[in-house]
Each structure stands twice: as C-alpha cells, then as structure tokens.
C-alpha cells in the first residue's frame, strides 16, 4: 500500500483524490490525512480520518472538494505502529512556528520513540515516533534560530536526519508552507521515488489500487512540479511517468515546482555519484546569478535580404530598421545599406529611437535585394557587475507615476482573455516565490526557464500566435519566447521591450538555437539600473554576442524590412541571410 505522497507544483494545483483503499470490500488504512496550504499562504489546512470505513464522506471531499488547492500537498495513508488508531496520531502532523504553520508526514517506523523532555516547547498531542521525531525536528531549528526551510542549511538538516535514521526506517517529507523538504531512508527500508512533471499535458492521471491522483480533474494547468511518492504510481492517460529513486540518504528541497537543493550523503559523494538532473539545472541557475565578464568585441555584420516576385511590382514603398544603435554599450563604427531600386525619400528617428530608412521604389522590379553592412564595438561585456547578490522587490513593482507614465508603452501586457491572462499572472508569481521575490532571480529564472523547457520548433507559430498559445504548448521560436517574456515581465510590473538585432553564434558556440536570419530578444527596465537584455532563446543574459538593431512594444514596432505593394507583384518568395563574424578589435 501506498504510505506518502507529497506534491510541489508551481502555481496552485486543484488535484483530486480518490482513496480507492475505502471501496467496499477493501481493507481500509489505519488512517488516512492530506495536508495543504490553499490560498498561497503559510497556513495549512488538514483533512484526517482515523479508522475511515467504506464510503467515508471526509474522503469523498478529497475527491470533488474545490476549495482543495494549493501549491503543495502532502498525504498520508497510516498503517499502525505505534500508539492507538486515533486522530491525534494520524498523519500528517502540524505545529505552528514562527509565523507559519508546519506540516510532517513520515514513512516508516522508529524503534524507539524519542523523548521529549517536558521544559521543550514543542510537545506532542499522540503517542506515535513520528511526532515526537517532529517535535524534536523543530526544536533542533529553534536552537539554530532557523525559522523557515528556506534559512535551513540543508546539509546540516540531511546529517540531523541521518542520525534519527539510525534508530529505524524514515523516510519523511516536511513542508513550512513555502518549500517541500524530502529526505530518503538510508537503508531503502523504506523507498522514496520522484517524477519530475514538465507541461505541456491535457489529461494527468495516476493511480493504483489503493489511490487515484488526477491533476486536471478540474481543468488542465500547464505547470512543472514534482510528485514524491514511496511507491511509483502508474500513469493512466497517455502521459508517460518517469520516476527515479531518490538515493539513500539523501535530501532534496523543492519550491514552486523546481529544486533549491540536493545534498547527497557523504558515501554517495565519495563514490562519485552524480547529481540528479534536477539538482543539476538548479546548479545552472545558480551560476546564470554572476555571468563572467567578457572581453568587448567588434563584430562585423552582414544582413542580406532579397525579395522576388512572379509579375513586376510597378510601385513600393519600404521602412527599413537595419542600422545598429550607437549608445553607451554599443558604437556603430561603420555602416552602410544598399538597395537595388528605389530612392531613399528619409532617414529619422522613430518613436522608439530606432534609425529608420524610408524607400520608395517606382521602377518595375521583379528582384528587390537589400544589403546592410555594418561594424559593432559591444561593451556589454558584464551585465550584473552592479548588483548585490540578492535584493528583495515588491512583485509586482510599484512605480512613482511619472515613472510610470514614461514606461507605460512597456507595461501593458497583450490584449488576451481575462481567464488567460489570469493564469500568466499565477505563472509569474509562481517564479517571483519561487526566488523569495528578489526582481532580478525571478528574471533570470523566467529567461531560464523558457529556455529550458520550451522547445524550439521552427514554423511552429505564426506572427498571430500568443504568448498563452506558446505557454500552453510550451514551443516555438525566438519571437514567440522573447513574447512570453514579455508577456510575464509586464505581469509582474517590470517594463519589457522587444529587441530585435543579431547573434554570433560561432562555430564552437554554446549557444545552440537562433534564427537563421534576425534574432529577437528582451529587454527589461530595472530601477536604477536601466535596460537589461535578456534572451530567453538561449537562456542567457545579453553580452558581446548580441547586436542591438531595434527595439520596441512588439514585434511590429521594430521590423527589420516592412513594404507595402501599390500596383504589381504577386507571387512574393523572401530570402534572408544573416552573417556575424568577430574581427580583431585593432581592425576598427
């Protein structure tokens, strides 16, 4: 029988469970009780049912009760050691500490309970090993003055753990409202398993004889999260399940559906064991915080763009955006643009402060080729060399109203349904908790995670393609991700602008995705600090591999090549070809 489950989505999740262990005939737990924290706050509700019988009406509300949505969720079904079949010794256990409320439920049996001395402040209610082992958990915190998982150092909190494992099998999951804490029997007495989640998904189900977990029972939510169980439960739509053992002894600490940190016991490091997958991105976020600084570069650039028709066009006009902004962290060296008809009627500044080029072309042409070749100085060479290493914000952020006034261009999100828009709002302020609402992790892990778990297919979109289209099927390309970004950044009231420019992407590059032609990126407003480029394409934040062309609220506002046909045409083929190469800065 199934003895815990714990789950850590980001956002909230509406799951339903269905305890198939009380069906008539069937011989039911010693116990059963779900822990939550609906409304996003750090207090828990519980549901708990001692000696439940068939049909019992407190497990059919685990199963259609609405108001069950949380972000985490731990479940318990007891089989009885120690103490009395009883409420007060049916899992999970909860104490409140320090402003918020702790929930414990443990797998596996103690051979001896610990004892709790009566001056502590933590006593236990029930006589089982599992609560006392909690009582002396929080003590061991409060000695240490830690007051939330998040200020626990997690390799002293795995060693603490270890040692009770010495008295008999525990595995355990502790949650404080904000993180999800799982630690794995040393001895495999008793096994914890994970399957990380990742989205896009319609129907997810999961079940054995005993339970059924059905996450989209309630409408489909496309979000990431982990589900631990101390028995792989099987899939029963067609989403495949991919659980693996959590090694003996070790500890993972989960928030909002992604891993803060894993620490492996000291025989499972010495013997060289590798660090689970999870542990291993969360690691990379870790290092996206202090990019390496990097050498300035001069790049040259050569943007080719040739159109071709079927019947002569007697008569175009065209605006082209292809001239490189000069400023602070970038200077145009050289530039020039040829075309093969027409005349340049202007050249302005527009709105935006993009350098644009207004062409007319009144000879028949059936060939139109646009070339732009330029020479880049980039000094974007580090990013971050301002900041200190962690700042909390106010998310979303507050603006002064002439501030406010000025960014407004960059503020308002795209016109979507108020339902969608809704749940892009739950999505970033999944990531704005998930980094304890510190403005730039919260970004950096948004341009990550896009890079990470969207994928790049080309001519998946189209330019009417949303950014909830893009969240829900989780693909697409440059444009589509630079637009989700957007799309989150507004959300959280951080002004984004969409940037369209260049990449190098040498031959030994890291960097793997990119259009074949134009690249598109973000950029954000960050107070006092100003414009930042973020590319969620890549993962990465902008340095000296990017080249700023034009910016603006949308993709349209910044087209490198825009024309309208007033008599001819038909037919039209476009080919573009884009070419960035570093050259010896003495060359410039």
Known sequence: MLNLLALSFEGELAPSLDLRCLAPGRKPPDGWGVGYYPGGELAATLLKEAAPHAGSIRSELVRTWDPLESSIFLMHLRTATWGPITEANTQPFCRSAWGRDWILAHSGSLEQRLPIPPEVRFQPVGSTDSEALFCRLLEWMQERGWRSLGEVDAAQLRGWLEEMNGLGPLTLVLSDGQDLCVYADRTSATRCWVWQVSPPYERLILGDEDLELDLTRRGAKSRKGFIVSTDPLQSRTDTPTNWTQLPPGALMVIRQGAVR????????????????????????????????????????????????????????????????????????????????????????????????????????????????????????????????????????????????????????????????????????????????????????????????????????????????????????????????????????????????GYIYTGPKHANQAQSEATHAWVQVYLPEVGWKGFDPTNGILTQTDHVRVAVGRQYSDCTPTAGTIFLGGGGEKLEVSVRCEPVDPGAK
């Not at 001239?323 to 050289?334: C, G, I, N, Y």
Request: aromatic fraction near 10%.
């Open 261 to 500: 940190a894993e620490v492996l016991p000291p025989w499972a490091q010495e013997a060289g064991a590798v660090p689970s997958a999870a542990a291993a991105e969360f690691e990379a976020r870790r290092r996206l915080r202090r990019p390496p600084e990097v050498p300035v570069r001069v790049m040259d650039v050569h943007h080719r763009t040739v159109y071709r028709y079927e019947r002569p066009v007697e008569r175009s006009a065209h605006k082209l955006r292809l001239t490189p902004f000069h400023d602070r962290l970038q200077s145009l060296l050289s530039h020039e643009m040829t075309i093969s008809s027409g005349v340049t009627r202007a050249e302005y500044e527009d709105v935006f402060g993009n350098r644009v080029r207004k062409v007319l072309v009144e000879t028949p042409y059936t060939e139109l080729v646009i070339e732009g070749r330029s020479r880049v100085e980039l000094r974007d060479t580090d990013p971050l060399g301002y900041r200190p290493l962690r700042e909390r914000s106010t998310l979303p952020l507050v603006w002064m109203p002439w501030q406010r006034n000025m960014l407004q261009p960059y503020l308002l999100p795209p016109e979507l349904p108020e339902t969608q828009l809704e749940e892009l709002v739950e999505y970033a302020m999944s990531f704005a908790r998930r980094n304890d609402f510190d403005l730039l992790d919260t970004l950096l892990d948004i341009n990550f995670s896009i890079f990470k778990e969207y994928r790049y297919v080309q001519g998946s979109t189209t330019l009417s393609t949303t950014p909830f289209d893009v969240y829900s099927a989780r693909q697409g390309v440059c444009q589509d991700f630079a637009n989700v970004f957007i799309c989150l950044a507004r959300l959280l009231g951080v002004p984004a602008r969409y940037t369209c």
